[in-house]
């Protein structure tokens, strides 16, 4: 009995002690409320703004080339965005129908966006401009009511006690090992600069996990600080864009330039989680600004990617790279006036949805609230289409457009929809109504 008593126990322990990790993050209402609301949104816009706008070839720029991180840091002193205007921005980007705004508070870089005590590299006390653009943001962002999310890098080319990865080795930084302790109360403490004097944020989007790929054991110490985000601000998401399945104390799993469940560019292969999803996306080809880099993704692409997010119940993060006198690219703005436009229209079919019952196709695919489910017809070159709606009743159909009906035929696989037409919208969506 003693012996029995004695095994139980030891296999207690090991449960209780095995999983503590994974299990100890139990997200608070307010988090869970959170998710919900951000599953709603669907559509955000990222912004990579740093000195590296300056050099105008993307944020990369500084490691791609080996630039000393001395001599690089001099690019500070000439960062005067004398067109940036927070209100500007917010409006443009507002009216794009986007609800939430990432901002690039410190990329690989190392330079600060914000004002913070931990680091005089930051944009008040090494720029000429002296503002704090991200309060001037987290401002605006209040004031036109739309949601703030915060990127922070977990990587730094410029910072001496900052480890070294697989990147940011030509800075000429001069000691490899870094000094971790140091490096992480830095980051800490800027964390909670971030997360106490800027208002309400709505995530913390971290990256660059994969720079210590080679060396999987580094032990980045995570939950330690998403505890510290979640103690801070309850309801702020963490999302980390370390390319795979979340891990514990993450609210959100990222996809990087691939929606949900495709990899077409190698940084997605990961399994889908319960979690909220998000995919985020450049405009054009780069994330920081890229002078040569016109080739922006036409309006049609750009509504038709946030469409196959919905359907696929990820939200989009669309990236916008600023320009170096503070301003938003012109196409950029001009893509985010039509994608509104659209947004006004078709906002009701995306917004608070959830992934359909009929899945992803090559025609297109389903959102669905309530009682109704959207059917988001993108590329079909046919009068007909049949959905797998075998267990389902629908009441009615109708293009969502106008409201004219669809016809539709039952059979005992589902039903086909007989449309008027061959579809050529961008978006041809048909609202069903189901029993
Ligand atoms: O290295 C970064 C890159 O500069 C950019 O910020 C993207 C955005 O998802 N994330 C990293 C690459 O995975």
Redesign the pocket.
């Known amino acids: 009995m003693q012996m029995k008593t004695k095994a139980l126990s030891l296999l207690l322990l090991c449960c209780l002690a095995l999983p503590l990790k994974a299990q100890s993050y139990q997200p608070t209402e307010e988090n869970l409320k959170a998710r919900q609301e951000f599953r709603d949104k669907k559509f955000g816009i ?1 912004l ?1 703004w740093g000195l590296y706008a300056m050099l105008a070839t993307g ?2 720029t500084m490691t791609n080339n080996d630039l000393n991180y001395k001599e690089y840091a001099k690019l500070a002193g000439g960062f005067y965005p004398s067109k940036f205007d927070a209100a500007k921005w917010v409006a443009a980007i507002k009216a794009s129908g986007a609800k939430y705004i990432t901002f ?1 508070t410190r ?2 870089e190392g330079f600060s966006m914000f004002d913070t005590k931990y680091s005089d590299y930051n944009i008040v006390d090494a720029t000429p401009f002296k503002r704090d653009v991200l309060k001037e943001l987290a401002d605006e962002c209040q004031k036109q009511g739309i949601g703030l999310h915060l ?1 922070y890098s977990h990587i730094d080319w410029y910072r001496e006690d900052a480890v070294w990865g697989r990147t940011g080795r030509g800075t000429g930084r001069p000691n490899p090992e870094g000094d971790w302790d140091s490096y992480y109360t830095f980051m800490n403490n800027q964390l909670t600069e971030l997360l106490t004097n800027y208002g309400p944020i709505g995530a913390i989007w971290f ?2 996990l ?1 720079d210590q790929d080679q060396n999987p054991d580094f032990d980045w110490e995570l939950e330690e600080q998403y505890a510290l985000i979640h103690k801070l601000q309850p309801s702020c998401l963490v999302a980390n ?1 370390h ?1 795979s399945t979340p891990f514990p104390g993450e609210d959100v799993q990222i996809f ?2 691939d929606l949900p469940g495709e990899n077409t560019a190698g ?1 997605s292969g990961q399994d889908i989680s319960s979690l909220p999803l998000e995919t ?1 996306q450049t405009m054009n080809g780069m ?2 600004y890229k002078i040569t880099d016109q080739n922006y993704k036409s309006t049609k692409e750009l509504i038709q990617y946030l469409v196959g997010a919905a359907v696929k119940d990820a939200n989009l993060l669309m ?1 916008i790279g600023p320009q170096p006198d503070g301003e938003l690219p012109e196409v950029a703005v001009q893509r985010l006036a039509e994608m509104g436009e659209w947004m006004k229209v078709y906002g009701e079919t995306i917004y608070g949805t959830r992934g359909g019952c009929v899945g992803p196709h090559p025609w297109g695919g389903t959102t669905q609230k309530g009682n109704k489910l959207y059917v988001h017809i993108l590329d079909l070159q046919d009068k007909a289409l049949f959905l797998p709606l075998a267990d389902k009743k629908v009441k009615k159909a109708s293009y969502f457009v106008d409201g004219k009906p669809v016809k539709f035929q039952k059979n005992q696989a589902g039903y086909t929809l007989l449309l008027n037409e061959v579809p050529t919208d961008i978006d041809t969506v048909i609202e069903l109504e189901l029993n």
Do not use: I, K, P
Request: proline content about 0%; some cysteine; glycine content about 10%.
């Open positions: 990222f990579h944020e990369w690039t990329h690989h990127y990256d660059g994969w864009n390319h990087e330039r940084l985020c994330w920081g990236n």
